[in-house]
């Protein structure tokens, strides 16, 4: 397990009776030069004591949000922003139940809500409870904010009964922690290069050609896509997004700068072009603001194809191109025929006519088109972060696939 060393992790344990096998997983983790600290939970506190996990970890043991001395130091802030991982184990139905109601309720749940990173579950209880539609769709509503989830197994339960339910064994939750650390490490050697926003084509020094992108989906992607391990280029038009940390960005007015900024930062092993570049441009920019008496007409012309030139050019094409399609009507259809004219290998569109989704909403639904695969892959509507996280799952996965 070679992927845990010097890894932050934070361990809470649950009240169930699998809480001492969370002692095994504090041994573990710290045979393999984890720096593991510890929140119990007032149940956990029924079960296992605060100098056990303590003497295990050698680190301090943390059980109520209201302690006067930790919270002098907001350890609920403190903690989310230390630990690389969170991990529940045990994850009793009630710590579920609370998780997915988005209660901040204890230590526990207050350091959950206040966290970025990537929260794993390893459920435990009677085989009634888990099979419990509450329950199943509390770890739904979960799955679906990206909460991970180990196991349960089946077995023979502290109660006597036999089902689903039964607690993992901690060296496969140890094994499931350190696979995930080694996929960040395989990432690293990926480069992603991601274009956002809109574009802007001059008129005159006053006006300008341009659409409602936000530039949201785009940066999330860029975000989730640095969590993951890529070392990632944004090449934004203008927004009003706060830069995501740790991505290399560049900033671009027009279509032509941004196609000459994609050109310069070619090969990358994944393009994603979710700009909404601008189609057309004004033939000639005047250099004086055009008074009203002297317009006659615009000319126009197209801009560069950002998508359509990276696609095709054989040296510098990445692995994977991905374009973005907005459309308005005939969303099967016109991604269809772009994925084709435009020779990428996925087209996600998603249907701007709704109002719900798309350019100004905090919220999307997009549809995968890929290229020689005849079904079409939903992403259901969520957050624009719960899109990109599902994408990036996607891309992740496809490169590793293809080497």
């Not at 184990?89 to 990173?117: C, F, R, Y």
């Amino acid at each position: 397990m070679k992927n845990l060393k010097n890894k932050k992790i934070l361990l809470v344990i649950c009240g169930g009776i699998a809480a001492y096998k969370s002692l095994e997983l504090i041994r573990i983790f710290k045979r393999n030069e984890c720096q593991i600290k510890t929140i119990l939970t007032k149940g956990a506190l029924e079960f296992i004591t605060p100098l056990s996990a303590s003497s295990l970890s050698n680190e301090k043991v943390y059980t109520d949000l209201f302690d006067f001395k930790n919270e002098a130091e907001m350890d609920h802030i403190s903690l989310s922003r230390w630990a690389d991982v969170i991990l529940f184990a045990p994850a009793t139905a009630n710590k579920i139940a609370q998780l997915s109601h988005g209660l901040a309720e204890d230590l526990s749940t207050t350091v959950a809500l206040a966290s970025d990173k990537d929260i794993f579950l390893a459920p435990a209880m009677n085989v009634r409870m888990w099979e419990n539609t509450i329950t199943k769709k509390n770890l739904k509503k979960l799955v679906n904010c990206n909460y991970k989830i180990i196991g349960p197994d089946i077995g023979e339960m502290a109660c006597g009964e036999y089902g689903s339910g039964k607690f993992s064994d901690p060296v496969e939750i140890s094994n499931i922690i350190n696979d995930y650390f080694k996929n960040l490490e395989i990432n690293k050697r990926f480069k992603a290069l991601v274009t956002a926003g809109p574009t802007r084509e001059y008129i005159d020094p006053i006006r300008f050609i341009t659409n409602r992108s936000s530039g949201k989906q785009g940066y999330a992607i860029a975000e989730e896509l640095q969590k993951n391990g890529f070392e990632t280029t944004l090449i934004s038009g203008p927004t009003n997004l706060k830069s995501p940390e740790g991505v290399k960005i560049i900033n671009v007015n027009s279509a032509n700068e941004m196609y000459e900024k994609t050109v310069e930062n070619l090969p990358v092993d994944v393009a994603i072009f979710s700009a909404a570049v601008s189609d057309f441009r004004a033939r000639q920019m005047k250099f004086e603001k055009i008074k009203k008496e002297n317009f006659e007409k615009l000319e126009i012309e197209k801009t560069k194809d950002i998508l359509d030139y990276t696609s095709k050019h054989n040296n510098l094409r990445p692995k994977l191109v991905i374009g973005f399609a907005a459309e308005t009507n005939n969303l099967e259809e016109n991604s269809k025929k772009k994925l084709d004219e435009k020779n990428c290998d996925w087209i996600v569109a998603n249907d701007v006519s709704n109002k719900k989704i798309g350019f100004d909403s905090e919220y999307n639904e997009v549809k995968i088109f890929q290229r020689n695969k005849t079904y079409i892959e939903n992403i259901s509507f969520n957050t624009k972060e719960m899109i990109a996280k599902t994408l990036v799952d996607k891309i992740s996965n496809e490169l590793k696939a293809n080497g």
